[in-house]
Protein backbone atom coordinates (compact mmCIF):
# COMPACT_ATOMS: atom_id res chain seq x y z
CA UNK A 1 0.00 0.00 0.00
CA UNK A 2 1.23 3.27 -0.87
CA UNK A 3 0.53 6.64 1.17
CA UNK A 4 1.46 10.41 0.31
CA UNK A 5 1.53 12.71 3.11
CA UNK A 6 1.02 16.98 1.94
CA UNK A 7 2.80 18.90 4.06
CA UNK A 8 6.05 18.36 6.15
CA UNK A 9 4.84 20.04 9.31
CA UNK A 10 4.79 18.58 12.75
CA UNK A 11 1.65 16.76 11.98
CA UNK A 12 2.59 15.96 8.61
CA UNK A 13 5.76 14.23 9.40
CA UNK A 14 4.43 12.43 12.38
CA UNK A 15 2.16 11.11 10.25
CA UNK A 16 4.37 9.69 7.44
CA UNK A 17 6.21 7.86 10.24
CA UNK A 18 3.03 6.23 11.62
CA UNK A 19 1.89 5.25 8.18
CA UNK A 20 5.62 3.99 7.35
CA UNK A 21 5.87 2.01 10.73
CA UNK A 22 2.63 0.63 9.87
CA UNK A 23 4.05 -0.68 6.25
CA UNK A 24 2.97 1.81 4.41
CA UNK A 25 5.45 2.90 1.09
CA UNK A 26 5.37 6.75 2.00
CA UNK A 27 6.29 9.89 0.52
CA UNK A 28 6.11 13.58 1.50
CA UNK A 29 5.91 16.15 -0.45
CA UNK A 30 6.81 19.90 1.42
CA UNK A 31 6.20 22.84 -1.41
CA UNK A 32 9.31 24.94 0.37
CA UNK A 33 11.00 23.03 3.51
CA UNK A 34 9.76 20.97 6.07
CA UNK A 35 8.72 23.19 8.78
CA UNK A 36 8.34 26.66 6.73
CA UNK A 37 5.35 27.26 7.87
CA UNK A 38 3.19 27.36 11.16
CA UNK A 39 5.46 24.87 12.60
CA UNK A 40 8.96 26.92 12.91
CA UNK A 41 6.95 30.33 13.40
CA UNK A 42 5.40 29.33 16.69
CA UNK A 43 6.55 29.80 20.48
CA UNK A 44 6.95 26.20 21.24
CA UNK A 45 4.57 26.07 24.00
CA UNK A 46 3.62 22.49 24.82
CA UNK A 47 0.72 23.70 26.47
CA UNK A 48 -0.63 22.37 30.00
CA UNK A 49 -4.53 23.44 29.25
CA UNK A 50 -3.83 26.02 31.67
CA UNK A 51 -4.14 29.10 28.63
CA UNK A 52 -7.40 26.90 27.38
CA UNK A 53 -8.96 26.22 30.73
CA UNK A 54 -11.84 28.67 30.57
CA UNK A 55 -12.57 28.59 26.83
CA UNK A 56 -12.07 25.34 26.04
CA UNK A 57 -11.43 22.96 28.61
CA UNK A 58 -11.98 19.90 26.38
CA UNK A 59 -9.16 20.04 25.23
CA UNK A 60 -6.96 20.40 28.48
CA UNK A 61 -6.94 16.48 29.40
CA UNK A 62 -5.43 16.10 25.74
CA UNK A 63 -2.80 18.99 26.75
CA UNK A 64 -1.57 17.45 30.18
CA UNK A 65 -1.55 13.76 28.38
CA UNK A 66 0.53 14.93 25.56
CA UNK A 67 3.39 16.98 27.77
CA UNK A 68 5.46 13.40 28.85
CA UNK A 69 4.95 12.64 24.95
CA UNK A 70 6.87 15.48 24.03
CA UNK A 71 9.62 15.33 26.95
CA UNK A 72 9.93 11.21 25.80
CA UNK A 73 10.15 11.66 22.25
CA UNK A 74 12.23 14.69 21.68
CA UNK A 75 14.55 15.37 24.49
CA UNK A 76 17.46 17.04 22.27
CA UNK A 77 14.60 20.15 21.41
CA UNK A 78 13.60 20.67 25.31
CA UNK A 79 14.60 24.01 26.37
CA UNK A 80 15.35 23.65 30.34
CA UNK A 81 13.51 26.86 31.54
CA UNK A 82 11.57 27.48 34.72
CA UNK A 83 7.87 26.79 35.35
CA UNK A 84 5.30 29.00 33.25
CA UNK A 85 4.23 32.32 34.77
CA UNK A 86 0.68 33.30 34.31
CA UNK A 87 -0.61 36.56 35.55
CA UNK A 88 -3.41 38.85 35.67
CA UNK A 89 -5.94 41.23 37.69
CA UNK A 90 -6.84 39.03 40.64
CA UNK A 91 -10.53 38.45 40.71
CA UNK A 92 -10.18 36.90 37.30
CA UNK A 93 -7.11 35.13 38.54
CA UNK A 94 -9.13 33.47 41.42
CA UNK A 95 -12.13 32.12 39.30
CA UNK A 96 -9.23 30.87 37.18
CA UNK A 97 -7.57 28.70 39.52
CA UNK A 98 -10.82 27.42 40.41
CA UNK A 99 -11.12 26.13 37.03
CA UNK A 100 -7.38 24.58 37.01
CA UNK A 101 -8.66 22.50 40.38
CA UNK A 102 -11.62 21.40 39.11
CA UNK A 103 -9.11 20.43 35.92
CA UNK A 104 -6.43 18.99 37.77
CA UNK A 105 -3.77 21.30 36.39
CA UNK A 106 -1.60 22.27 39.28
CA UNK A 107 0.04 25.53 40.31
CA UNK A 108 2.01 27.06 42.83
CA UNK A 109 1.01 31.01 43.86
CA UNK A 110 3.99 33.57 43.51
CA UNK A 111 4.00 36.72 45.86
CA UNK A 112 4.12 39.74 44.05
CA UNK A 113 7.74 40.17 45.51
CA UNK A 114 8.58 37.01 43.75
CA UNK A 115 6.85 38.38 40.69
CA UNK A 116 8.63 41.93 40.96
CA UNK A 117 11.97 40.20 39.26
CA UNK A 118 10.01 40.42 36.05
CA UNK A 119 7.21 43.21 36.35
CA UNK A 120 7.09 47.12 36.44
CA UNK A 121 4.30 46.90 39.09
CA UNK A 122 2.28 43.96 40.56
CA UNK A 123 0.34 45.77 42.65
CA UNK A 124 -3.69 44.22 41.74
CA UNK A 125 -2.40 40.86 39.55
CA UNK A 126 -2.16 37.85 41.18
CA UNK A 127 0.99 35.54 39.48
CA UNK A 128 1.00 31.37 39.34
CA UNK A 129 3.89 29.07 38.36
CA UNK A 130 2.16 26.14 36.44
CA UNK A 131 3.58 23.40 37.11
CA UNK A 132 5.35 20.97 34.29
CA UNK A 133 4.63 23.36 31.17
CA UNK A 134 7.59 22.96 28.74
CA UNK A 135 8.65 24.70 26.23
CA UNK A 136 10.53 23.44 23.16
CA UNK A 137 12.24 24.28 19.89
CA UNK A 138 10.04 23.52 17.25
CA UNK A 139 12.67 23.22 14.46
CA UNK A 140 14.80 20.44 16.77
CA UNK A 141 11.38 18.78 16.95
CA UNK A 142 11.16 18.84 12.79
CA UNK A 143 14.69 17.77 12.77
CA UNK A 144 14.20 14.80 14.86
CA UNK A 145 10.98 13.83 12.93
CA UNK A 146 12.90 14.43 10.05
CA UNK A 147 15.59 12.12 10.48
CA UNK A 148 13.41 9.81 11.73
CA UNK A 149 11.31 9.53 8.65
CA UNK A 150 13.90 9.19 6.50
CA UNK A 151 15.82 6.59 8.42
CA UNK A 152 12.64 5.04 8.58
CA UNK A 153 12.29 4.97 4.83
CA UNK A 154 10.05 7.37 4.28
CA UNK A 155 10.95 9.77 0.57
CA UNK A 156 10.60 13.19 1.72
CA UNK A 157 10.78 15.76 -1.61
CA UNK A 158 11.32 19.74 -0.55
CA UNK A 159 10.51 22.24 -2.46
CA UNK A 160 8.00 20.30 -4.57
CA UNK A 161 4.88 22.23 -4.70
CA UNK A 162 1.61 19.95 -5.13
CA UNK A 163 -1.10 21.00 -7.60
CA UNK A 164 -3.90 18.74 -6.95
CA UNK A 165 -5.67 15.63 -5.33
CA UNK A 166 -6.42 13.24 -7.62
CA UNK A 167 -9.59 11.19 -7.53
CA UNK A 168 -11.52 8.76 -9.60
CA UNK A 169 -14.29 6.85 -9.23
CA UNK A 170 -14.90 7.43 -5.40
CA UNK A 171 -11.31 7.15 -4.26
CA UNK A 172 -7.91 8.89 -4.15
CA UNK A 173 -5.70 8.17 -6.61
CA UNK A 174 -2.48 10.18 -5.44
CA UNK A 175 -1.62 13.67 -6.85
CA UNK A 176 0.07 15.83 -9.74
CA UNK A 177 2.60 18.48 -9.22
CA UNK A 178 3.00 21.79 -11.54
CA UNK A 179 4.59 20.06 -14.09
CA UNK A 180 1.92 18.07 -14.38
CA UNK A 181 3.72 14.82 -13.12
CA UNK A 182 1.03 11.81 -11.09
CA UNK A 183 2.15 10.39 -7.88
CA UNK A 184 -0.04 7.56 -7.20
CA UNK A 185 -1.32 6.53 -3.95
CA UNK A 186 -3.62 4.35 -2.14
CA UNK A 187 -3.82 7.03 1.10
CA UNK A 188 -3.34 10.87 0.81
CA UNK A 189 -3.44 13.30 4.18
CA UNK A 190 -3.65 16.56 3.50
CA UNK A 191 -1.21 18.48 6.77
CA UNK A 192 -0.88 21.40 4.42
CA UNK A 193 -1.98 24.46 6.62
CA UNK A 194 -2.35 27.69 4.81
CA UNK A 195 -2.47 25.16 1.42
CA UNK A 196 -5.81 23.55 2.98
CA UNK A 197 -8.61 25.30 1.52
CA UNK A 198 -6.89 25.04 -2.11
CA UNK A 199 -6.89 21.34 -1.95
CA UNK A 200 -10.82 21.74 -0.60
CA UNK A 201 -11.89 23.35 -3.34
CA UNK A 202 -9.96 21.71 -5.88
CA UNK A 203 -11.95 18.13 -4.77
CA UNK A 204 -15.42 20.55 -4.31
CA UNK A 205 -15.52 19.56 -0.37
CA UNK A 206 -18.25 20.31 1.02
CA UNK A 207 -15.97 21.05 3.82
CA UNK A 208 -13.80 23.73 2.39
CA UNK A 209 -16.15 26.69 3.28
CA UNK A 210 -15.43 25.41 7.28
CA UNK A 211 -11.55 25.84 6.54
CA UNK A 212 -10.16 29.34 8.03
CA UNK A 213 -6.73 31.13 8.22
CA UNK A 214 -6.09 33.91 10.30
CA UNK A 215 -2.79 36.32 10.19
CA UNK A 216 -1.10 36.13 13.75
CA UNK A 217 2.00 38.51 14.77
CA UNK A 218 4.83 38.09 17.08
CA UNK A 219 8.27 40.65 17.59
CA UNK A 220 11.59 39.34 18.48
CA UNK A 221 14.44 40.41 20.08
CA UNK A 222 17.41 39.22 22.22
CA UNK A 223 16.65 37.42 25.34
CA UNK A 224 18.81 39.22 28.45
CA UNK A 225 17.94 36.71 31.42
CA UNK A 226 14.43 35.41 31.24
CA UNK A 227 14.10 32.11 32.25
CA UNK A 228 10.26 31.68 31.78
CA UNK A 229 7.58 31.81 29.44
CA UNK A 230 5.39 34.11 30.88
CA UNK A 231 1.60 34.32 30.08
CA UNK A 232 -1.20 36.81 30.48
CA UNK A 233 -4.84 35.86 31.32
CA UNK A 234 -5.90 39.55 30.88
CA UNK A 235 -7.22 40.44 27.47
CA UNK A 236 -4.44 42.34 25.25
CA UNK A 237 -2.11 41.31 28.15
CA UNK A 238 1.53 40.63 26.71
CA UNK A 239 3.15 37.32 26.74
CA UNK A 240 6.87 36.25 26.54
CA UNK A 241 8.44 33.32 26.08
CA UNK A 242 12.21 32.55 25.67
CA UNK A 243 13.11 30.72 22.46
CA UNK A 244 16.40 28.56 21.22
CA UNK A 245 20.23 30.33 20.65
CA UNK A 246 19.48 33.48 22.80
CA UNK A 247 16.05 35.12 20.88
CA UNK A 248 12.78 36.19 22.98
CA UNK A 249 9.25 36.21 21.36
CA UNK A 250 6.88 38.64 22.31
CA UNK A 251 2.74 38.42 20.93
CA UNK A 252 -0.48 40.15 22.33
CA UNK A 253 -3.12 37.72 24.02
CA UNK A 254 -5.94 38.42 21.82
CA UNK A 255 -4.65 40.79 19.22
CA UNK A 256 -6.54 41.49 16.41
CA UNK A 257 -5.78 38.48 14.16
CA UNK A 258 -7.25 38.97 10.42
CA UNK A 259 -8.60 35.93 8.26
CA UNK A 260 -6.52 35.60 5.51
CA UNK A 261 -6.83 33.83 2.18
CA UNK A 262 -4.71 31.54 -0.03
CA UNK A 263 -1.30 31.87 -0.39
CA UNK A 264 -0.70 35.59 -0.40
CA UNK A 265 2.42 37.71 0.78
CA UNK A 266 2.07 38.62 4.34
CA UNK A 267 2.98 41.65 6.20
CA UNK A 268 3.19 42.29 9.79
CA UNK A 269 0.47 44.51 11.01
CA UNK A 270 2.23 48.06 11.89
CA UNK A 271 -0.21 48.32 14.57
CA UNK A 272 0.10 45.42 16.02
CA UNK A 273 3.64 45.59 16.34
CA UNK A 274 3.24 49.28 18.18
CA UNK A 275 1.34 47.51 20.91
CA UNK A 276 3.49 44.84 21.22
CA UNK A 277 6.20 47.30 22.15
CA UNK A 278 4.35 49.40 24.21
CA UNK A 279 2.82 46.68 26.26
CA UNK A 280 6.06 45.35 26.36
CA UNK A 281 7.24 48.68 28.25
CA UNK A 282 5.16 49.08 30.03
CA UNK A 283 4.49 45.37 31.76
CA UNK A 284 8.22 44.19 31.66
CA UNK A 285 11.26 45.28 33.28
CA UNK A 286 13.91 46.46 31.29
CA UNK A 287 16.62 44.07 31.93
CA UNK A 288 15.11 41.28 30.63
CA UNK A 289 15.29 42.15 26.99
CA UNK A 290 17.24 43.96 24.08
CA UNK A 291 15.00 45.86 22.08
CA UNK A 292 17.57 47.85 20.30
CA UNK A 293 16.49 46.07 16.84
CA UNK A 294 13.19 43.80 16.81
CA UNK A 295 12.26 41.85 13.85
CA UNK A 296 8.27 41.67 13.56
CA UNK A 297 7.41 38.34 11.83
CA UNK A 298 3.98 36.75 10.74
CA UNK A 299 2.52 33.65 11.38
CA UNK A 300 -0.72 31.50 9.96
CA UNK A 301 -3.00 30.33 11.71
CA UNK A 302 -5.75 27.28 10.00
CA UNK A 303 -8.81 25.96 11.59
CA UNK A 304 -11.90 24.10 11.15
CA UNK A 305 -14.49 25.94 12.71
CA UNK A 306 -17.60 24.67 11.67
CA UNK A 307 -17.79 22.16 14.92
CA UNK A 308 -18.73 21.88 18.74
CA UNK A 309 -15.71 23.09 19.61
CA UNK A 310 -15.55 26.59 18.73
CA UNK A 311 -15.91 29.55 20.38
CA UNK A 312 -17.51 32.82 20.58
CA UNK A 313 -14.50 34.28 18.20
CA UNK A 314 -14.36 31.14 15.69
CA UNK A 315 -11.41 30.10 17.38
CA UNK A 316 -10.69 26.14 17.63
CA UNK A 317 -7.81 25.56 19.26
CA UNK A 318 -8.35 21.54 19.05
CA UNK A 319 -7.28 19.11 16.38
CA UNK A 320 -9.74 17.87 13.45
CA UNK A 321 -9.21 15.22 11.30
CA UNK A 322 -11.51 14.79 8.31
CA UNK A 323 -12.40 11.75 6.19
CA UNK A 324 -13.29 12.89 3.14
CA UNK A 325 -15.48 9.75 2.29
CA UNK A 326 -18.48 12.20 3.08
CA UNK A 327 -16.93 13.78 0.04
CA UNK A 328 -17.50 10.69 -1.90
CA UNK A 329 -13.76 9.93 -1.65
CA UNK A 330 -12.75 7.23 0.23
CA UNK A 331 -8.75 7.51 1.40
CA UNK A 332 -8.27 10.64 1.29
CA UNK A 333 -7.86 12.91 4.56
CA UNK A 334 -7.38 16.29 5.83
CA UNK A 335 -5.64 17.11 9.19
CA UNK A 336 -5.18 20.71 10.74
CA UNK A 337 -3.65 19.94 14.39
CA UNK A 338 -4.90 23.25 16.14
CA UNK A 339 -2.30 23.72 18.39
CA UNK A 340 1.98 21.88 18.37
CA UNK A 341 0.29 20.15 21.75
CA UNK A 342 -2.08 18.10 20.30
CA UNK A 343 0.09 16.63 16.96
CA UNK A 344 0.32 13.06 18.33
CA UNK A 345 -3.34 12.84 19.30
CA UNK A 346 -4.33 14.32 15.82
CA UNK A 347 -1.77 11.35 14.01
CA UNK A 348 -3.21 8.93 16.01
CA UNK A 349 -6.67 10.11 14.88
CA UNK A 350 -5.33 10.07 11.48
CA UNK A 351 -4.04 6.19 11.20
CA UNK A 352 -7.35 5.39 13.76
CA UNK A 353 -9.56 6.52 10.80
CA UNK A 354 -7.01 4.89 8.17
CA UNK A 355 -6.81 1.67 10.24
CA UNK A 356 -10.83 1.42 10.36
CA UNK A 357 -10.23 1.49 14.99
CA UNK A 358 -10.89 3.76 17.48
CA UNK A 359 -9.01 5.90 18.85
CA UNK A 360 -8.67 3.96 21.64
CA UNK A 361 -6.89 0.96 20.18
CA UNK A 362 -4.33 3.73 18.44
CA UNK A 363 -1.02 4.02 20.48
CA UNK A 364 -0.65 7.71 21.13
CA UNK A 365 2.75 7.50 21.51
CA UNK A 366 5.39 7.42 17.69
CA UNK A 367 6.94 4.37 16.84
CA UNK A 368 10.13 3.59 18.45
CA UNK A 369 12.84 5.81 17.21
CA UNK A 370 15.95 4.66 15.63
CA UNK A 371 18.44 7.05 16.10
CA UNK A 372 20.21 8.11 19.47
CA UNK A 373 21.15 12.25 18.08
CA UNK A 374 20.15 13.76 15.84
CA UNK A 375 21.97 16.32 13.40
CA UNK A 376 19.67 19.50 11.92
CA UNK A 377 18.82 18.58 8.36
CA UNK A 378 18.64 20.82 5.48
CA UNK A 379 15.54 19.90 4.35
CA UNK A 380 14.30 21.93 7.39
CA UNK A 381 13.31 25.61 7.14
CA UNK A 382 15.42 28.11 9.90
CA UNK A 383 13.24 29.90 12.55
CA UNK A 384 11.95 33.07 10.22
CA UNK A 385 13.69 35.35 11.99
CA UNK A 386 17.05 34.16 11.65
CA UNK A 387 16.40 34.86 7.53
CA UNK A 388 15.11 38.10 8.37
CA UNK A 389 17.74 39.54 10.52
CA UNK A 390 20.40 37.11 11.97
CA UNK A 391 23.27 39.60 11.12
CA UNK A 392 21.22 42.13 12.97
CA UNK A 393 20.09 40.43 16.55
Not at 213 to 234: F, K, P, Q
Request: hydrophobic share 40%; proline share 3%; aromatic share 10%.
Amino acid sequence: MKAIVIGGGVVGLMSALRLVRAGYGVTLFEAQKCGNGASTRNQGIIHSGAMYARLHPEIVPLCIEAQGMFVRFFPEAHLHHKRSLYYGASQPMKELCVQWDHLKIFYDMVSEIDASEYFLETAGRMFAEVINESIFSAKRIIDILVKEAVEAGVKVYVNVPIAQIVHCNGRVSGVSDYTGRTYEADVVINTSGLGVKKFLKGINSHYQDSILSRLGSAVVMRNRRLDRVIVSTEFKGCNLAPANDGYLIVIIYGANQPWIHGNQRFCVIGEEYVEAMEKLRQTFRGDLYDSAVTLPYSCTKTEFINNLYADEWQVNPSYSVIDHKDDDIQGLFTCLPGKLTLAFHATRSIMAHILHQSEENVDLALPSFQLNFHEPSNLVAIEPWKIMGENEL
